[in-house]
Nanobody
Framework: QVQLVESGGGLVQPGGSLRLSCAASGITFDYYAIGWFRQAPGKEREAVACTFNSDDNTYYVDPGMRGQFTTSRDSAKNTVYLDMNSLKPEDTATYFC?????????????????WGQGTQVTVAS
């Protein structure tokens, strides 16, 4: 059974940085994607960044996310990180990671079947 656990959220001042972690267990696929999403109260869920277990790239739905959000991973710990910088109050949201099998060479974004419980990020002075 796939399990994802996010951590690292908290209160950060505008302009600050934060690193979120997504610890994965139970994944048996050879190739899979880890996507980061966020949802603010009263708003729809928004895609933030995506990466594969097989490469070091970060993929975005919204090119405006590039430069502010970056993924990285520690394969030994089965953990994917979301590094966030230049945070603004509008980045306040619950951040989720999710995973799904992907055929090698496919688009990172698609349906995600397993989700974590989320971690709250609040950007305020």
């Amino acid at each position: 059974q796939v399990q994802l656990v996010e951590s690292g959220g908290g209160l950060v001042q505008p302009g600050g940085s934060l690193r979120l972690s997504c610890a994965a267990s139970g994944i048996t696929f050879d190739y899979y994607a880890i996507g980061w999403f966020r949802q603010a109260p009263g708003k729809e869920r928004e895609a933030v960044a995506c990466t594969f277990n097989s490469d070091d790239n970060t993929y975005y739905v919204d090119p405006g996310m590039r430069g502010q959000f970056t993924t990285s991973r520690d394969s030994a710990k089965n953990t994917v990180y979301l590094d966030m910088n230049s945070l603004k109050p509008e980045d306040t949201a619950t951040y989720f990671c999710a995973t799904a099998f992907r055929p090698y060479g496919s688009n990172c974004w698609g349906d995600f079947g397993s989700w974590g419980q989320g971690t709250q990020v609040t950007v305020a002075s």
